[in-house]
Protein backbone atom coordinates (compact mmCIF):
# COMPACT_ATOMS: atom_id res chain seq x y z
CA UNK A 1 0.00 0.00 0.00
CA UNK A 2 1.30 3.55 -0.23
CA UNK A 3 3.39 4.86 2.22
CA UNK A 4 4.22 8.71 4.22
CA UNK A 5 4.53 10.69 0.86
CA UNK A 6 6.29 14.08 1.36
CA UNK A 7 6.57 16.72 -1.19
CA UNK A 8 8.43 18.51 -2.12
CA UNK A 9 11.20 15.99 -2.43
CA UNK A 10 13.66 19.15 -2.47
CA UNK A 11 13.28 22.66 -1.98
CA UNK A 12 15.76 25.86 -2.24
CA UNK A 13 14.75 28.92 -0.72
CA UNK A 14 15.76 32.40 -0.06
CA UNK A 15 16.48 33.40 3.80
CA UNK A 16 14.01 35.36 4.89
CA UNK A 17 10.96 33.82 2.69
CA UNK A 18 8.41 31.86 4.23
CA UNK A 19 7.88 27.34 3.34
CA UNK A 20 5.39 25.15 3.60
CA UNK A 21 6.28 21.12 3.50
CA UNK A 22 3.27 19.11 3.32
CA UNK A 23 3.25 15.22 4.30
CA UNK A 24 0.76 12.79 3.75
CA UNK A 25 0.40 10.05 6.42
CA UNK A 26 -0.48 6.03 5.89
CA UNK A 27 -4.31 6.23 5.46
CA UNK A 28 -6.12 5.39 9.22
CA UNK A 29 -2.66 6.38 11.10
CA UNK A 30 -4.15 8.19 13.88
CA UNK A 31 -0.41 9.63 15.10
CA UNK A 32 1.65 11.93 12.33
CA UNK A 33 5.19 13.33 13.51
CA UNK A 34 7.51 15.66 12.07
CA UNK A 35 11.43 15.31 12.64
CA UNK A 36 14.20 17.51 11.36
CA UNK A 37 17.45 15.70 10.43
CA UNK A 38 20.46 18.46 9.97
CA UNK A 39 23.84 17.59 9.02
CA UNK A 40 25.76 14.91 10.94
CA UNK A 41 23.07 14.78 13.71
CA UNK A 42 20.15 12.47 14.87
CA UNK A 43 16.41 13.37 14.46
CA UNK A 44 15.75 15.68 15.99
CA UNK A 45 11.61 15.77 17.25
CA UNK A 46 9.69 18.80 15.85
CA UNK A 47 5.85 18.25 16.47
CA UNK A 48 3.43 15.30 17.13
CA UNK A 49 -0.14 14.71 16.42
CA UNK A 50 -2.27 12.50 17.59
CA UNK A 51 -6.27 12.40 16.93
CA UNK A 52 -7.76 15.15 17.64
CA UNK A 53 -5.86 15.95 21.13
CA UNK A 54 -3.48 18.87 21.40
CA UNK A 55 -0.34 18.61 19.27
CA UNK A 56 2.83 18.19 21.56
CA UNK A 57 5.32 21.69 19.95
CA UNK A 58 7.70 20.88 22.48
CA UNK A 59 10.52 20.45 19.59
CA UNK A 60 9.56 23.56 17.58
CA UNK A 61 13.17 25.30 18.00
CA UNK A 62 11.16 28.54 17.30
CA UNK A 63 8.38 30.86 16.46
CA UNK A 64 9.11 30.77 13.41
CA UNK A 65 7.91 26.62 12.83
CA UNK A 66 4.39 25.85 12.96
CA UNK A 67 2.48 22.98 12.12
CA UNK A 68 -1.03 22.06 11.67
CA UNK A 69 -2.97 18.97 10.51
CA UNK A 70 -6.22 19.30 9.00
CA UNK A 71 -9.26 16.75 9.09
CA UNK A 72 -6.71 14.45 11.09
CA UNK A 73 -4.77 13.36 7.92
CA UNK A 74 -2.96 15.82 5.88
CA UNK A 75 0.26 18.05 7.71
CA UNK A 76 1.80 21.07 6.56
CA UNK A 77 4.95 22.15 8.56
CA UNK A 78 5.65 26.17 7.95
CA UNK A 79 8.73 27.98 8.81
CA UNK A 80 8.48 31.32 8.24
CA UNK A 81 11.24 34.05 7.61
CA UNK A 82 13.71 31.21 6.51
CA UNK A 83 17.70 31.35 8.18
CA UNK A 84 20.48 29.37 7.14
CA UNK A 85 20.66 26.95 10.06
CA UNK A 86 17.00 26.18 8.78
CA UNK A 87 18.85 23.99 6.46
CA UNK A 88 18.31 20.69 6.79
CA UNK A 89 16.49 17.44 5.79
CA UNK A 90 12.44 17.26 7.15
CA UNK A 91 11.03 14.35 7.95
CA UNK A 92 7.45 13.38 8.50
CA UNK A 93 6.58 9.63 9.72
CA UNK A 94 2.80 8.30 10.77
CA UNK A 95 1.77 5.60 12.86
CA UNK A 96 -1.31 3.65 13.61
CA UNK A 97 -1.97 4.15 17.17
CA UNK A 98 0.21 6.66 19.85
CA UNK A 99 2.55 4.60 21.84
CA UNK A 100 6.37 2.93 20.37
CA UNK A 101 5.36 -0.27 22.39
CA UNK A 102 2.34 -0.87 20.19
CA UNK A 103 2.86 0.52 16.50
CA UNK A 104 6.32 1.95 14.63
CA UNK A 105 6.73 4.82 12.98
CA UNK A 106 6.66 4.86 9.34
CA UNK A 107 8.69 7.39 7.89
CA UNK A 108 8.34 9.06 4.66
CA UNK A 109 11.45 10.01 2.23
CA UNK A 110 11.58 13.61 3.54
CA UNK A 111 12.24 16.89 2.06
CA UNK A 112 15.62 18.36 1.71
CA UNK A 113 15.50 22.19 2.41
CA UNK A 114 18.39 24.05 1.32
CA UNK A 115 17.78 28.22 2.94
CA UNK A 116 20.74 30.36 0.28
CA UNK B 1 15.60 13.26 29.90
CA UNK B 2 17.06 10.81 27.74
CA UNK B 3 19.68 10.38 25.07
CA UNK B 4 20.96 8.48 23.02
CA UNK B 5 24.97 8.14 21.96
CA UNK B 6 25.71 6.16 18.99
CA UNK B 7 29.42 5.48 19.01
CA UNK B 8 30.48 5.11 15.60
CA UNK B 9 29.51 7.86 12.80
CA UNK B 10 31.10 5.62 10.18
CA UNK B 11 31.97 1.72 9.84
CA UNK B 12 33.31 -0.24 6.78
CA UNK B 13 33.12 -3.29 6.37
CA UNK B 14 33.87 -6.49 3.86
CA UNK B 15 31.07 -8.53 2.58
CA UNK B 16 30.65 -11.44 4.48
CA UNK B 17 31.88 -10.32 7.96
CA UNK B 18 30.57 -9.31 11.32
CA UNK B 19 29.18 -5.88 11.88
CA UNK B 20 29.06 -4.25 15.36
CA UNK B 21 27.23 -0.82 15.85
CA UNK B 22 27.27 0.64 19.32
CA UNK B 23 24.38 2.42 21.19
CA UNK B 24 24.45 3.60 24.76
CA UNK B 25 21.17 5.53 26.22
CA UNK B 26 20.70 7.37 29.12
CA UNK B 27 18.13 8.00 30.97
CA UNK B 28 16.08 7.98 34.91
CA UNK B 29 13.62 5.66 34.05
CA UNK B 30 12.66 2.71 32.19
CA UNK B 31 12.76 2.96 28.76
CA UNK B 32 12.00 0.99 24.77
CA UNK B 33 14.89 0.58 22.84
CA UNK B 34 14.88 0.64 19.01
CA UNK B 35 16.96 0.36 15.78
CA UNK B 36 16.14 2.09 12.58
CA UNK B 37 17.61 1.82 8.91
CA UNK B 38 17.61 3.75 6.57
CA UNK B 39 18.85 2.32 2.63
CA UNK B 40 19.70 4.65 0.44
CA UNK B 41 16.98 6.67 -0.99
CA UNK B 42 14.40 5.20 1.24
CA UNK B 43 12.81 6.08 4.11
CA UNK B 44 13.56 4.89 8.12
CA UNK B 45 12.04 1.58 8.68
CA UNK B 46 11.87 -0.76 11.99
CA UNK B 47 14.85 -2.89 12.11
CA UNK B 48 14.02 -4.02 15.80
CA UNK B 49 12.69 -2.99 19.21
CA UNK B 50 13.15 -3.77 23.13
CA UNK B 51 10.24 -3.73 24.86
CA UNK B 52 10.63 -5.81 27.72
CA UNK B 53 11.68 -9.65 28.25
CA UNK B 54 14.29 -11.37 26.45
CA UNK B 55 17.50 -8.82 26.61
CA UNK B 56 18.35 -10.86 23.00
CA UNK B 57 16.04 -9.44 20.53
CA UNK B 58 16.26 -10.71 16.79
CA UNK B 59 14.94 -8.55 13.59
CA UNK B 60 14.49 -8.68 9.82
CA UNK B 61 17.38 -9.40 7.55
CA UNK B 62 19.68 -11.00 10.14
CA UNK B 63 19.70 -8.86 12.93
CA UNK B 64 20.23 -8.84 16.14
CA UNK B 65 21.05 -6.61 19.46
CA UNK B 66 21.25 -7.12 23.18
CA UNK B 67 19.53 -4.62 25.71
CA UNK B 68 22.33 -4.37 28.53
CA UNK B 69 20.71 -2.64 31.28
CA UNK B 70 23.59 -2.18 33.34
CA UNK B 71 25.74 -1.24 30.96
CA UNK B 72 22.45 0.76 29.39
CA UNK B 73 24.12 -0.38 26.10
CA UNK B 74 21.64 -1.59 23.10
CA UNK B 75 24.46 -2.61 20.34
CA UNK B 76 23.17 -4.04 17.11
CA UNK B 77 25.01 -6.98 15.49
CA UNK B 78 25.02 -8.72 12.36
CA UNK B 79 27.07 -12.21 11.49
CA UNK B 80 27.75 -11.63 8.26
CA UNK B 81 26.96 -8.86 6.52
CA UNK B 82 25.79 -8.58 2.68
CA UNK B 83 26.56 -5.55 0.13
CA UNK B 84 22.45 -4.72 0.70
CA UNK B 85 23.57 -3.92 4.39
CA UNK B 86 25.18 -0.55 3.32
CA UNK B 87 22.61 1.80 4.83
CA UNK B 88 22.45 4.12 7.66
CA UNK B 89 22.01 2.97 10.86
CA UNK B 90 19.97 4.82 14.52
CA UNK B 91 19.41 3.76 17.39
CA UNK B 92 16.20 5.45 19.50
CA UNK B 93 14.76 5.47 22.97
CA UNK B 94 11.51 5.96 24.05
CA UNK B 95 10.86 6.92 27.72
CA UNK B 96 7.94 4.21 28.66
CA UNK B 97 5.08 6.20 30.42
CA UNK B 98 5.56 8.99 27.42
CA UNK B 99 6.66 6.48 24.64
CA UNK B 100 5.16 8.57 21.42
CA UNK B 101 8.41 10.37 21.66
CA UNK B 102 11.60 8.81 19.99
CA UNK B 103 14.99 10.02 20.48
CA UNK B 104 17.46 9.04 18.29
CA UNK B 105 21.09 9.10 18.09
CA UNK B 106 23.15 10.58 15.07
CA UNK B 107 23.59 7.93 13.09
CA UNK B 108 26.14 5.02 11.94
CA UNK B 109 27.05 4.75 8.28
CA UNK B 110 27.53 1.33 7.05
CA UNK B 111 29.43 0.83 4.15
CA UNK B 112 29.88 -2.77 2.82
CA UNK B 113 32.43 -3.57 -0.03
CA UNK B 114 32.65 -6.78 -1.50
Known amino acids: GAGVSQSPSNKVTEKGKDVELRCDPI?????LYWYRQSLGQGLEFLIY????????KSGLPSDRFSAERTGGSVSTLTIQRTQQEDSAVYLC??????????????FGNGTRLTVT | AQSVTQLDSQVPVFEEAPVELRCNYS??????LFWYVQYPNQGLQLLLK??????LVKGINGFEAEFNKSQTSFHLRKPSVHISDTAEYFC????????????FGAGTTVTVRA
Open chain 1, 93 to 106: ASSLSAGQNVSPLH
Open chain 1, 27 to 31: SGHTA
Open chain 1, 49 to 56: FQGNSAPD
Open chain 2, 27 to 32: SSVSVY
Open chain 2, 50 to 55: YLSGST
Open chain 2, 92 to 103: AVAVQRNDYKLS
